[in-house]
Each structure stands twice: as structure tokens, then as C-alpha cells.
T-cell receptor, first 112, second 115 residues
Framework: DQQVKQNSPSLSVQEGRISILNCDYT??????FLWYKKYPAEGPTFLIS?????DKNEDGRFTVFLNKSAKHLSLHIVPSQPGDSAVYFC???????????FGKGMKLTVNP | GAGVSQSPSNKVTEKGKDVELRCDPI?????LYWYRQSLGQGLEFLIY????????KSGLPSDRFSAERTGGSVSTLTIQRTQQEDSAVYLC?????????????FGPGTRLTVT
């Protein structure tokens, strides 16, 4: 039973436009959420995170929104750049646990 | 400085053989994690080491899997009597402190193929 779901396997957007990556979770005890980015043949790298006490966190071109009632979070990238092309993983944890629960990932392609 | 390194980068083994995967964390990082990513799946937590504390082995899928961390640094993940379903990319991550979850720095992974 997947607790963190990224239902769309891929997304393609034009350079300069907004990319919106979605993530749903089923465990209402999750209280910390993270996004990781992964290039081929490399390990995932941390991108941005959000605590459940917030509904928005912004870092440059990247903004994560959290809707606790819907158990949904999204990552917005604007403007999108070709270098953003990668696989993006949503992850969650509860109660300060060191164990992260990951989604299956979504492949983002930003076309020049 | 140097990031997390893993070796080998690729490993092909026959079903039933034992394999050892190595992880060199970032120097000074006290926490070390092992994950695996099977084809089409997300990262699956396997085991977590923090300093000298007993490791959290709750994610290990069977008793064929074991891991150790020597001297609080290098870690080895051992899979005994490998099965085809063990084929996956095994990722290691380290962290400077356990509660800073976002500071898990990942290595490039070891791709294990069991034939």
C-alpha cells in the first residue's frame, strides 16, 4: 500500500513556463514533506521541504504548497529551465522519524 | 569536499550468490541510511545507523539482508543467497545529524542485477 503517491509518471513543459508536480499521501500522521531531484546515474539531491505547520514554502524558483485537508502537496517551478529536467521524488516522514517514505517519482522534461 | 561514494557502481551476480555493497559517507556525518529503488518504484528505506546507537533495521525485507557500519564511517550492505527480486539500485545516504531530514546526501547508487 503506497503511502506517498505521484500519480503522473511524467510531465513535459516549455522553457519559461510553470511546472507543477503533484503528490498525494494517505498517512495523516506525516508532518514533514520533502522534494528531491534526481539526474540519471546520480543520487537524489534535496530540493525543498515543508513542515505541516506551514502551507507554503518558497526558495527561489521553487515553491511547495501543502494542503493538509486534501493530503496533497505540489511543487511549482517557475520559470522552468531545461536544467530542471530530471526525476522528482516526493517524500514524507512522521514524528521526526529518520525514515523517509518516497513516491515513485515523476520525470520532468523542460523543452528549450 | 567529497560526497557519498558507493562501490561497485554496477554488480551482476548469479542467483544464490552473496553480494556486498559498500558505502563511504561524507566525513563527519553521523547518520547513514540505505535505500533501494526497484524498477518503477520509489525509494524504499532499508536501514538507518546513527552514531553508536543500535541500527534501525525495520526496513530490511528479509533476514538475507544485513548491514554493518565500522568505526562509525564505512558501511557494508550484505545480501545473502541473492534472488532475482533483489535486483534494484541500492542507494546510500548520510546526514550530519539525524533530525535534519532534508540533509540526507545520497550517493550515486549501486545497480544490482541478479541473473
Amino acid at each position: 500500500d503506497q503511502q506517498v503517491k505521484q500519480n503522473s509518471p511524467s510531465l513535459s513543459v516549455q522553457e519559461g513556463r510553470i511546472s507543477i508536480l503533484n503528490c498525494d499521501y494517505t498517512n495523516s500522521m506525516f508532518d514533514y514533506f520533502l522534494w528531491y531531484k534526481k539526474y540519471p546515474a546520480e543520487g537524489p539531491t534535496f530540493l525543498i521541504s515543508i513542515s505541516s505547520i506551514k502551507d507554503k514554502n518558497e526558495d527561489g524558483r521553487f515553491t511547495v504548497f501543502l494542503n493538509k485537508s486534501a493530503k496533497h502537496l505540489s511543487l511549482h517551478i517557475v520559470p522552468s529551465q531545461p536544467g530542471d529536467s530530471a526525476v522528482y521524488f516526493c517524500a514524507a516522514s512522521q514524528g521526526g522519524s529518520e525514515k523517509l517514505v518516497f513516491g515513485k517519482g515523476m520525470k520532468l522534461t523542460v523543452n528549450p | 569536499g567529497a560526497g557519498v561514494s558507493q562501490s561497485p557502481s554496477n554488480k551482476v551476480t548469479e542467483k544464490g550468490k552473496d553480494v556486498e555493497l559498500r558505502c563511504d559517507p561524507i566525513s563527519g556525518h553521523t547518520a547513514l541510511y540505505w535505500y533501494r529503488q526497484s524498477l518503477g518504484q520509489g525509494l524504499e528505506f532499508l536501514i538507518y545507523f546513527q552514531g553508536n546507537s543500535a541500527p534501525d533495521k525495520s526496513g530490511l525485507p528479509s533476514d538475507r539482508f544485513s548491514a554493518e557500519r565500522t568505526g562509525g564511517s564505512v558501511s557494508t550492505l550484505t545480501i545473502q543467497r541473492t534472488q532475482q527480486e533483489d535486483s534494484a539500485v541500492y542507494l546510500c545516504a548520510s546526514s550530519p545529524w539525524s533530525y535534519t531530514l532534508y540533509e540526507q546526501y545520497f550517493g550515486p547508487g549501486t545497480r544490482l542485477t541478479v541473473t
